[in-house]
């Protein structure tokens, strides 16, 4: 049984194995080729003889450029940087001690310093430079390295403070500003007059205005903390800024008012404005406001809300 099962697999038919061997043949030709190129293909030899030569004469005219513009005899104090190395600069003059600061164009003369070169110290001098300490002379423009090495060791330079520029003390005296405190009357003040506070910002302003004209006026500060949306920590914040004035409330007459009417006021609602306006259908209108406590939806809770706000005239 195996060996039935391994040649039904491994036998081929006389077409697959011409395949087979034509595949290998290809195969083992791709292999070969790489390898007898060489033997066929004959490289090419480039002659860098040419390049070498344009290179030299290239490098050689460089070097005889370069040489050209050193050579060439420039103004020392306009191009000081273009002295040829070759040549060490020769400085005549007379040596001695001497301060920057103070010495005259003469005595920088007698130390050898060229025309072009006191111009440009006296100039720095005159508005308002100063040199601090001795190696400041390095910076002077026009002065060669040598001259600086030459001179450096005669520059004695008195010592001298600093001027600070004298300032009115009165310009810094700490002055106390007292910040003004804002107060609000919460009758009678303006969207404006309430984002003034801390805490307080255009939404919130509109919404206690908005709250002020549905009860008709406040008649006690803590009625501002029920204004939809203001967290209590920011009331308690700015209630004492609050003023109040209360002879501009609103009242409602309970009497005449009808149930829309009643109905629109935060306190009253469409539950106690119906009770109000069936009351008034079986017992008549009410003779005073403390009527309306007979109505059982009026505790007393709810009645010392809604009195500052209720009329019967």
């Known amino acids: 049984m195996p060996k039935t099962f391994l040649s039904s697999y491994l036998s081929f038919t006389k077409k697959e194995r011409r395949g087979i061997i034509a ?47 050193a050579n060439k005899n420039y103004d020392d104090d306009r191009f000081p940087h ?7 600069y020769t400085i005549k003059g007379e040596l001695f001690a001497f301060d920057p600061n103070t010495i005259s164009a003469n005595d920088w ?6 025309d072009k070169t006191i111009a440009t110290i006296q100039n720095y001098l005159s508005k308002g430079g100063h040199f601090y300490k001795p190696e400041d002379i390095a910076k002077i ?31 810094y005296e700490k002055k106390e500003y007292k910040k003004e405190r804002i107060t609000v009357n919460i009758n009678t003040g ?13 939404k919130l302003a509109s919404r206690i205005i908005a709250f002020r004209n549905k009860l008709g006026g406040f008649y006690k500060v803590e ?26 409330i609103r009242r409602l007459n309970i009497n005449n008012l009808s149930l829309d009417e009643l109905k629109q006021h935060p306190y009253i609602r469409y539950h106690l404005a119906n009770a109000i306006i069936q009351y008034r259908r079986q017992h ?9 406590k007979k109505i059982m939806l009026v505790t007393d809770e709810v009645y010392t809300k809604l009195a500052p706000y209720l009329n019967v005239d």
């Open 284 to 292: 008549g209108n009410f003779s005073k406001p403390e009527d309306i």
């Open 223 to 248: 009625q501002v903390g029920e204004t939809f949306g203001l967290p209590d920590s920011t009331f308690q914040k700015i209630k004492d800024r609050f003023i109040i004035d209360t002879t501009a």
């Open 82 to 88: 273009y002295r040829d190395p070759s040549n060490r």
């Open 109 to 114: 003369k007698r130390l050898g310093l060229r």
């Open 23 to 69: 595949l290998t043949a290809v195969i083992l030709t791709c292999i070969i080729i790489p390898f007898c190129y060489s033997l066929f293909v004959k490289p090419i030899k480039k002659d860098n003889k040419a390049y070498k030569n344009e290179m030299a004469t290239l490098t050689l005219k460089q070097y005889d450029s370069s040489r050209r513009y």
């Open 141 to 171: 423009w026009g002065l060669h390295p040598e001259e600086v090495e030459r001179l450096l060791p005669y520059v004695t330079i008195k010592e001298m403070q600093r001027e600070k520029p004298a300032y009115s003390t009165a310009f």
């Open 190 to 202: 303006d969207t404006t007059a309430f984002i003034a506070l801390p805490g307080i910002g255009s």
